[in-house]
């Protein structure tokens, strides 16, 4: 920024006599792009790409903070370690990261999808249901978590109160109250994963809702007259105008997904037992609470390389469809 | 309760969507007809799917603030009250006298937040703007780092962040927190705004340049008051994504005093507190009230930003 004000400053352009400026007055050319781009290079050098390259070689040493000076290099065993050794939690905690972040985007999707067809619509107080909607998303995540995990108690939560309601002819599907974070924790994986489409789909909501309204109306009406229908149209004309936002925004929740703390850490510790134990939970146990720094960075390397990859093939597939 | 909604709504407007489209869309004549049959049975179905989702969206919201108000026995009662049998203000009352290190934890939030949103902005909005307007191969190859870096999973920066910032003396300052907020708002901003820019036609620039406008000048002068929804946008972003922050602010803090909201919240309420509903719902009506409002006052730049940026990146 320093650079930025101290050519701004000269009223007289003639008078920035920098030597390295182009022959049109002021910054320009190579040194301009250097110029603007140095603090976000300077940034993104120092707290990502350096600590990326640190966590790498962390990773081939045996560093653990309560013994920080008995670190050695130990080369591939800590991979070794992490892969094959179930001590670590490591394959079901990438599987669970695999279903949580799928189920709740995918459910989010559709949700906030359906949502912005119904808001695309004239309705009364257009903008007082749009704000409405929206307001999961500006809601902490902190705040989700402990909301549901209120919501879900087992023995004073509206949710289960709900369920046991629920009379279908006599039928009862729920007659007992359901304890959400208990016993295997198979209910807590869908209590997570219920929390989290709550506070993911607005997300969604506002940036199909915005596509929608980008969508060409010759192309609708040209439709109409060739005399489709509006099943037809919606999924030849208004999904492919999408497409491109569909890609995005998907892949980024997907992304956020995977990479999940807050919700989770907030709601269950990653508990019961293991069963909400995502990656980053299992990463942070290990490294932050256990201090095994080197194995939590072992841990952390291989989840990159997956994400890394899961990404190139989910865009490559992405990017084959839009151009067909 | 979701898949129900779900299977209700997702059918229902899509119909009624594109109907409606075709027809507003040639002029007048349409819509007066439109007025006559005023009561179709696309238009309950699409009240009807308006409302569920508007129940499943607003639920959980309603039944944060009702607990607020409930006294605590009432917050255990099973079955539990739908609307508090008394309404009290304790809950709130009891906040400012800092009990639970809550006024503390806001303050912290507070600065973290307006500092990294600063720091985002500050260097992303020139980088935005520049990889936006200089085509040549390296910028493609500057971009693509960039956006890489969205791809990373934060815990492996947090693992090498930690270390260095505990080896510097750094742990429980708010540089450390800043810094390391930064980390995730800003590939997302720069690229954010390289989107908006690429939506804006470079004439008004190319004028300001003939009038004797240096780049930086047309940068400050003309680029940048075009660029306030996504600047607004992306701000917003950056200050919601510190304002929600977990992993980093738990792990870079231990003292009390340096926490933030989040794990303040976690440490505070699970640990010592954790049958106090009502007082911890009230204490998230007081979190979640400063980005409502943020939100409700720029919600038109937002939204146009958001998804100018979004859509053209």
């Known amino acids: 920024m320093a650079l930025f004000n101290a050519d701004m400053a000269p009223n007289q352009p003639a008078s920035v006599g920098n030597g390295r400026s182009s022959p049109k007055r002021g910054l320009n050319g190579p040194w301009l792009f250097v110029v603007l781009m140095l603090p976000s290079a300077v940034l993104l050098l120092g707290i990502i790409y350096y600590p990326a390259v640190n966590t790498v070689l962390l990773s081939f040493q045996s560093l653990n903070l309560a013994m920080p000076f008995a670190n050695h290099w130990v080369g591939l065993e800590n991979y070794v370690k992490i892969i094959t050794n179930p001590v670590f939690d490591f394959w079901h905690s990438v599987g669970f990261s695999a279903l949580y972040s799928l189920c709740s985007t995918v459910v989010a999707f559709l949700i906030g999808f359906a949502f912005a067809l ?3 619509q004239r ?3 257009q903008q007082l249901w749009r704000g409405l909607a929206l307001i999961p998303w500006v809601i902490p995540y902190v705040v989700v978590a402990y909301l549901f995990f209120y919501m879900f108690n087992s023995q004073y939560g509206i949710i289960n109160q709900l369920l046991m309601s629920i009379h279908i002819l006599g039928w009862q599907p729920f007659p007992q109250p359901l304890a ?6 198979k209910l807590a994986v869908i209590a997570t994963i219920f929390a989290a489409i709550w506070s993911k789909f607005p997300f969604f909501t506002l940036m199909l809702l915005a596509g929608l309204q980008t969508v060409p109306h010759e192309l609708l009406e040209a439709a109409t007259v060739d005399g489709a229908g509006s099943w037809y149209r919606f999924w030849h ?3 492919p105008s999408l497409r491109g936002i569909i890609v995005i925004t998907t892949t980024l929740e997907l992304i956020w997904g995977l990479n999940e703390f807050a919700i989770i850490w907030a709601m269950t510790n990653g508990g019961p037992g293991d069963a909400t134990n995502n990656i980053v939970v299992n990463i942070y146990r290990t490294g932050f609470l256990n201090e095994n720094i080197s ?5 952390g390397v291989i989840w990159l390389i997956i994400l890394l990859a899961f990404t190139y093939f989910y865009i490559r597939i992405m990017e084959g469809k839009t151009a067909q | 309760m979701s898949e129900e909604l779900l299977g209700q709504s997702a059918r229902v407007p899509s119909n009624a969507i594109t109907q409606d489209q075709g027809d507003h869309a040639p002029g007048i004549r349409h819509t007066r007809t439109k007025k006559k049959r005023l009561f179709s049975w696309k238009r309950v179905a699409l009240y009807v799917a308006l409302f569920a989702l508007l129940v499943y969206a607003f639920f959980p919201t309603f039944w944060l603030i009702s607990t607020s108000f409930k ?3 009432e917050a255990f009662q099973a079955p539990p009250t739908w609307w508090p049998h008394t309404i009290t203000f304790h809950s709130y009352a009891i906040l400012p006298a800092d009990q639970l290190g809550f006024v503390a934890y806001f303050k912290n939030s507070l600065i973290v937040s307006v500092l990294t949103t600063l720091l985002t902005l500050l260097a992303a909005t020139p980088a935005g703007y520049v990889l936006s307007r200089f085509h040549f191969r390296g910028a493609r190859a500057i971009l693509l780092v960039i956006l890489g870096t969205q791809m990373f999973p934060y815990v492996t920066i947090l693992i090498s962040l930690y270390t260095l910032f505990r080896q510097l003396g750094m742990l429980n300052t708010y540089p450390a927190l800043m810094l390391s907020f930064t980390t995730f708002s800003l590939p997302f901003s720069i690229w954010m705004l390289k989107g908006f820019c690429d939506t804006l036609p470079t004439d008004l620039e190319d004028a300001a340049r003939i009038d004797g406008l ?3 000048r047309t940068l400050w002068h003309i680029v940048i008051p075009i660029i306030i929804p996504g600047i607004v946008a992306v701000g917003f972003f950056a200050f919601l994504n510190s304002w929600n922050e977990l992993l980093f602010a738990l792990t870079l803090t231990s003292s009390p005093d340096m926490r933030t909201i989040a794990p303040g919240f976690v440490l505070t309420y699970i640990g010592e507190f954790q049958d106090r509903w009502p007082d911890m719902m009230a204490a998230s009506v007081v979190v979640a009230l400063p980005v409502v409002v943020i939100f409700t006052l720029f919600q038109k730049q937002l ?8 859509m053209k990146g």
């Open chain 1, 118 to 120: 119904v808001l695309n």
């Open chain 2, 303 to 310: 939204v146009s930003g958001l998804t100018a940026g979004a």
């Open chain 2, 71 to 73: 006294q605590q026995l």
């Open chain 1, 295 to 299: 194995y939590a960075a072992t841990m």
């Open chain 2, 214 to 216: 240096s780049r930086l």
């Open chain 1, 123 to 125: 309705l009364r107080f």
């Open chain 1, 237 to 239: 004309v208004t999904v």
């Open chain 1, 180 to 185: 959400w974070f208990g016993g295997e924790g």
